[in-house]
C-alpha cells in the first residue's frame, strides 16, 4: 500500500476546463500541496494516458469513463456539462443534412465522446449510418474529405467564428437536448482505482484543491474571459457567455444524461456494457474494488 511518487494529473489542454483548472495551480501552492505534476493533453490523449498508467487522474472524455469504468472512479462535483447548447461541439455540414446522412463526416482524433453521441443521435434520431473518417481537427482538410466536419474545444470555437466555410453549423449538445430532453456530460474527472486505493489522502487533498479551483474559476468568469480572449481569441462577451453556458457539476441531470448516453452507446454497440457511474468518496474509499 502507499505510493511513494509524485501524482500526475491530466488537464485537457482546451477553455472548457478552465473553470475547473485555471486557479489549481494558485490553489496547490496556498495549500503547499506538492508531490503533484500536471500534464496538459488532448482528451484523446489523456483517455490513452489514464488507461496505460502514466497519469494517475484526468480530465477525460465521459466515453473513456464507461469504457473503463471498472478500472477508475469519478470524482463528484466535477464535470464538463451542458444543458442543451454547448457551442463548442459543432457538426459543420457542407450539404443538406439529408445528403450528409447518406454521406461521409469526418470527425476530430481529439474526442471520445462526442464522436460516438453524434453516431447515436445520426442512428438513433435519424436512422442513419453516414460513413465516418477520423482525421486531425483541421476545419478545411476534414471538409475537402467529407460531407461534414465534427469539431470540439477551441477548435470548434475557433471554427465557428469563420464565415469563410459556408457550412450551416450544427451544435450537437442541442441536437441531444432536443432528442432526449436531457444534459450531456462530455467531460469527467477520473481516478484510477488503484491509485484511489493507495494514496487515499493525497487524491482527497488533490480533489479539494480542484473544488476550491473551481469555486475561485466560477467566482471570477470575466477574468477568465478576458484571458481566454487574449490566448485563443474571440471577444471577452463570447467567452463570459460561453463559460456560463456550460455546467461544471454532477448533479442528477448529469447522471441522469450520462446514464442514458451509456445505454444507447451499449445499444449500438460502441459499449461493450452500459457502464454504472461509480464516485469516488474519501469516507468510503475502502469500498472501492480493484
Ligand atoms: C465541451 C467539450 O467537452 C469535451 C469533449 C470531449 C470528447 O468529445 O471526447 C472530451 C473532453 C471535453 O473537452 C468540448 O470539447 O468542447
Not at 39 to 53: F, K, Q, R, T, Y
Amino acid at each position: 500500500m502507499g505510493l511513494d511518487r509524485p501524482i500526475t494529473v491530466g488537464r485537457i489542454d482546451y477553455a472548457n476546463v478552465w473553470p475547473i483548472f485555471d486557479r489549481f495551480d494558485e490553489v496547490r501552492a496556498e495549500c503547499r500541496l506538492t508531490g503533484v505534476n500536471v500534464v496538459v493533453g488532448m482528451p484523446s490523449e489523456l483517455n490513452g494516458a489514464l488507461m496505460e498508467g502514466n497519469v494517475d487522474m484526468a480530465s477525460v472524455s465521459s466515453f473513456a469513463y464507461g469504457r473503463h469504468a471498472e478500472q477508475l472512479v469519478l470524482l463528484p462535483d466535477l464535470s464538463v456539462s451542458a444543458d442543451g447548447e454547448v457551442r463548442s461541439i459543432l457538426l459543420f455540414i457542407k450539404k443538406p443534412l439529408d445528403d450528409v446522412l447518406k454521406g461521409t463526416v469526418a470527425v476530430t482524433s481529439t474526442s471520445a465522446t462526442s464522436v460516438n453521441l453524434l453516431k447515436i443521435i445520426l442512428q438513433g434520431r435519424f436512422g442513419a449510418e453516414p460513413r465516418y473518417i477520423t482525421m486531425e481537427p483541421d476545419l478545411d482538410a476534414m471538409l475537402e474529405e467529407a460531407d461534414a466536419a465534427l469539431l470540439i474545444g477551441d477548435h470548434a470555437i475557433q471554427g465557428s467564428w469563420r464565415t469563410d466555410h459556408g457550412c450551416e453549423v450544427l451544435d450537437v449538445g442541442r441536437l441531444w437536448k432536443d432528442w432526449t430532453g436531457l444534459t450531456m456530460t462530455f467531460a469527467v474527472i477520473a481516478v484510477r482505482k488503484e491509485v484511489a486505493l493507495r494514496a487515499p489522502e493525497k487524491v482527497s487533498d488533490i480533489y479539494k484543491a480542484l473544488l476550491e479551483s473551481k469555486r475561485r474559476g466560477l467566482q471570477e468568469i470575466d477574468c477568465m474571459a478576458s484571458k481566454a480572449a487574449a490566448r485563443l481569441g474571440g471577444l471577452r462577451d463570447y467567452w463570459e457567455a460561453y463559460f456560463n453556458g456550460l455546467r461544471y457539476g454532477f448533479g442528477p441531470d448529469e447522471r441522469q444524461g450520462l446514464t442514458q448516453y451509456f445505454r444507447y452507446a451499449d445499444r449500438l454497440g460502441l459499449l461493450e456494457r452500459a457502464a454504472g457511474l461509480q464516485f469516488w468518496s474519501d469516507q468510503s474509499v475502502a469500498q472501492v474494488k480493484e
